[in-house]
């Protein structure tokens, strides 16, 4: 039978990987390699990286291939993201049974964790046949935020909310918390919130040798974050950031 791997590897650091996820890669027959294009090289050359450093079995193979592209101008964001799932999950099976077949062991290296605003659960379950699914939990972006900014994330006893950055854009400041996580946010959603008593604790490329931390009041460092994500997104092409928002009491 075909069993599928999917291995949070952390956000761009390979000291974040577990023994357990070495151990994961290493029993793979196959690993598969996903590129997105020419701008997001860097998370395939994180991959092929990793692979490098700890794959030590020398039968398991590694291939890669082009993901499928997300029409970012549908009207109907939830159509357009069902449709794009549907036409990954088709080029996850034509690349198993290309390469492996229908028997054996075949792993993915999922960035941060596989249950965090990662969709490879919900892809994964469109594979027909199903396979039996295994899931390598990995350091999440959340974590490695907190860390980068030696930050505890919620306050004595309180909750805290993971939210997009489209639903704070559209929304505001979600009911009942005064600590909010954001994350895929395509631009700076927290533009749109008033600012006053507000502090961020904003990252980009965590773990990376690139990466980029700032905090501090929002008033005060809300534009410098701009800037900074501005000149970095032209840099390398492309950005991967998230931050959190507290509202502090006077």
Known sequence: MLTLSLIGIGCGDPAHLTRKAVDAINAADLILIPRKGEEKSDLADLRRRICADVLTNAATRVAEFDLPVRDSARANYRAGVDDWHDAIAARWSSEITRNLGEDGRVALLIWGDPSLYDSSLRIARRLDPQPEIEVIPGVTAIQALCAAHAL??????????????????EGGWPDGVDTVVVMLD?????????????????????????????SGSLADVGASIIAAR???????GWIMDSYILKRISA
């Open 230 to 236: 501005r000149a970095a997104r032209e840099r390398h």
């Open 152 to 169: 505890p994330l919620n306050e004595i006893g309180e909750p805290f909310l993971v939210t997009t950055g489209r639903r704070l854009r």
């Open 186 to 214: 395509g631009g700076t959603a927290f533009e749109a919130l008033d600012p006053a008593g507000v502090h961020i604790w904003w990252g980009a490329y965590l773990g990376m040798p690139d990466e980029i931390i700032c």
